[in-house]
């Protein structure tokens, strides 16, 4: 007899993984199943849910009548640009959006498309709410997809149903729809050739983008420390380390000179080190969590230490940069590490209860997709996170530049922003599956589960003084979910609401038209306030943010000394090379 020497457990889970990683590639890495899952269970109980179906048809009717009535107050025929064309402007809809603010959808019969598309975004959402018995993420996961199909139908996309379209095709003779289809030719072989946007030649990094001088002092498997260069005689004593999230290059912390956060830090007398993470591949797939925290925030903070000769240091951590930080300072708090000053967390959560609109893709089912996908490959890729965030913000993304460049036929623009968001980076699977599954789906950080070398650790621990943005409209960490860190830390808290969303909320340097931000601090000792309490309690202030920051930095900083070295060859830590190092032009 020969003796079988396989392990047969582990044969059977490769062959699990490969089969569902083989699905995974035909089906843009979503589980099929969960969506199927999420279907069947909300159409079964909306089945059994008389009442829920009684309340939806008396809402189609209801709408239908508002329809009709709304239609007759508005009777004017005509369409833009012929002869018998005449409008009534002075009746708005019952239901208004800012898609449709331009003033010719309140032109007949546009304005009865426009509604009626709103009343059936109205009714869909109603639909998959508050299903007796359904599961919640199912009912999102449903609401989402509808949503993708309304999206593609809407009025906005179509030549004749959109009437800033269709008087542009009627003034132009169709000029701007021939322009549309060489501006979709090219779009189409920039894809299939792999060949990037000629507008990014504007915006390179290191010559346009992220051109704040300074020397790369440190570079290991996962990451490079930045030095920049002080621009004023005499700086604080105490430097800032900045701490990016990984699912992202470091630079738009160093955008164009105007916005860079680091050059204005510098302006304020700071010495200032970042973090720019390595874009990981192959042979970083087993890199985790803990691998970020000692190869990544230790590292630096300790050759901080050893370059500046200071042990205090400011942190600053940006979206999971700024998790990661919280994490960092909570292990720090539990060791008695009293290296850090103060804390700075921009748009970053540590309380994954109500993570956002990420959480359509992460359950159960989802993650053993992007599991078995990425235990192939080795790291989850840009092109896999960007298409998350298409599907989240697709009218924006997709459907604005559909009209814009195919159907007016006008030329796309690009600013600095824009073009550091078409630069994708990708994550080890290892670290990618951990954040996931521990902060996102478990949220072990905000239970006081989550392990660093072994042990546990607890916000409760961090007693250093926070600072912590968040931004209106942010989809990614929205602005509630950011403020469940103050039950988290008994620590004087200083907690900032800015307009904007994710990424333009953040950039908002001092000058910036139209920027304003609440704020509100609360000493360790007081009583804790619900965010829709603190919200009517702040107060409102024109303006950056920025400024507010740099005043509170300013409060907890010695006076200025004379800058530190750069670099410290004789502790290990030479100057590399020139900002903005090698890592971040990694593809």
């Known amino acids: 007899m020969v003796k079988n020497t396989c392990n047969p457990q582990t044969a059977m889970d490769q062959l699990d993984q490969r089969f569902q990683a083989s699905i995974a590639k035909s089906t843009l890495s979503m589980s099929p199943l969960q969506g199927l899952l999420s279907y069947i269970d909300w159409s079964r109980h909306l089945a ?9 048809f008396n809402l189609g009717v209801a709408q239908s009548l508002a329809l009709a009535q709304y239609a007759q107050r508005t009777q004017t025929v005509g369409i833009p640009g012929t002869p018998s064309y005449h409008s009534n402007l002075n009746i708005e809809p019952p239901i208004t959006d800012r898609r449709f603010s331009d003033e010719r959808w309140k032109i007949w019969p546009f304005n009865i498309l426009q509604l009626s598309y709103l009343m059936t975004e109205e009714w869909w959402k109603e639909a998959t709410t508050d299903i007796r018995g359904a599961t919640p993420h199912h009912l999102d996961l449903v609401r989402m997809a509808g949503q993708q199909f309304l999206n593609a139908l809407s009025p906005k996309n179509f030549v004749p149903s959109n009437p800033e379209v269709l008087q542009k095709t009627l003034e132009e003779k169709g000029a701007n729809l021939l322009r549309g289809s060489m501006n979709a030719w090219q779009l189409f072989m920039q894809q299939y050739t792999g060949t990037p946007d000629p507008k990014l ?18 570079r290991n498997q996962l990451m490079e420390l930045i030095q920049y260069t002080p621009t004023t005689e005499k700086v604080h004593p105490e430097p800032i380390l900045i701490t990016p999230a990984w699912i992202m290059k470091y630079y738009i912390l160093d955008l164009s000179p105007h916005n860079s956060m680091i050059r204005h830090l510098l302006d304020q007398g700071y010495t200032v080190f970042c973090i720019s993470w390595k ?28 370059i500046t000769g200071q042990h205090k240091v400011h942190a600053t951590g940006y979206c999971l940069g700024g998790t990661l930080l919280s994490i ?46 990425m235990a192939d490959i080795g790291y989850l890729t840009g092109e896999q996170m960007a298409g998350a965030f298409l599907m989240l913000r697709s009218d924006l993304l997709i459907w604005s530049r559909y009209i814009k460049e195919l159907l007016l036929g006008e030329e796309s623009t690009m600013n600095d922003l824009m073009a550091w968001n078409t630069d994708t980076t990708r994550m080890p699977a290892k670290m990618h599956s951990q954040y996931l599954r521990r902060l996102f789906l478990n949220d072990d950080l905000a239970e006081g589960k989550y392990p660093v070398n072994g042990r546990p650790v607890s916000l409760t621990d961090i007693h250093l003084p926070v600072f912590c943005l968040g931004t209106e409209t942010d989809h990614i960490a929205p602005w509630h979910s950011v403020y469940k860190i103050h039950p988290l830390c008994c620590t004087d808290m200083t907690f900032v609401l800015t307009n904007k969303g994710h990424n333009a909320g953040v950039v908002s340097e001092p000058g910036h038209k139209n920027r304003y931000y609440r704020v509100l601090a609360r000493a ?8 829709d ?23 907890r900083s010695g006076k200025p000394v004379s800058p530190p070295p750069m670099g410290n060859p004789e502790k290990g830590y030479p100057l590399l090379c020139d900002a903005p190092g090698v890592y971040v032009f990694e593809k």
């Open 48 to 56: 059994i849910s008389p009442g829920k179906q009684l309340e939806l």
């Open 201 to 218: 030649e504007n915006f390179k990094v290191g010559q346009h983008l992220a051109t704040t001088p300074g020397k790369v002092v440190l």
């Open 279 to 306: 874009n990981p591949g192959v042979e970083e797939r087993n890199m985790g969590m803990d691998d970020y925290l000692s190869m990544g925030f230790f590292a630096a903070l300790d050759a901080i230490n050893q």
């Open 328 to 373: 960092a300072a909570a292990a720090m708090g539990r060791d008695q590490d009293d290296r850090l000053l103060s804390i700075t967390m921009l748009a970053a959560q540590t309380d994954f209860s109500e993570p956002g609109e990420l959480s359509l893709f992460i359950d159960n089912s989802q993650l053993a997709i992007l599991e078995a996908e």
């Open 524 to 531: 360790k000792d007081e009583p804790y306030l619900g965010p």
């Open 533 to 555: 309490e603190w919200y009517e309690t702040a107060q409102h202030h024109e303006g950056s943010w920025w400024n507010c920051w740099f005043s509170w930095l300013k409060e």
